[in-house]
Nanobody, 115 residues
Framework: QVQLVESGGGLVQPGGSLRLSCAVS????????MRWYRQDPGKQRELVAT???????YYVDSVKGRFTISRDTAKNTMYLQMNSLKPEDTAVYYC?????????WGQGTQVTVSS
């Protein structure tokens, strides 16, 4: 079992920044793949960023150059640094982790980009 707890969401003006955190209940080295997803009401959940166990990263085109996924292995925490935020980035952001043959989700954290 893996528990994931997101934090760091909030209200920010367009052009602003936020850093989301995802605390992992076990060693992050035991996680195969970690991802950030987002979902706006009425829309499908969208994969935003991925980090493999080896540290490779992937981003959806709409956030490339603005978002950065990273991890702190000492703190067993994954991050999503979000810069140059746009209103269309508004969504609930979810942390996801693949551990052995199962996939685990956090509860989500709301990000609202508005003036």
């Amino acid at each position: 079992q893996v528990q994931l707890v997101e934090s760091g969401g909030g209200l920010v003006q367009p052009g602003g920044s936020l850093r989301l955190s995802c605390a992992v209940s076990r060693s992050i080295f035991s996680i195969n793949v970690m991802r950030w997803y987002r979902q706006d009401p009425g829309k499908q959940r969208e994969l935003v960023a991925t980090m493999t166990g080896g540290g490779s990263t992937y981003y959806v085109d709409s956030v490339k150059g603005r978002f950065t996924i990273s991890r702190d292995t000492a703190k067993n925490t994954m991050y999503l640094q979000m810069n140059s935020l746009k209103p269309e980035d508004t969504a609930v952001y979810y942390c996801n982790a693949d551990f052995r043959s199962a996939s685990f989700w956090g509860q989500g954290t709301q990000v609202t980009v508005s003036s």
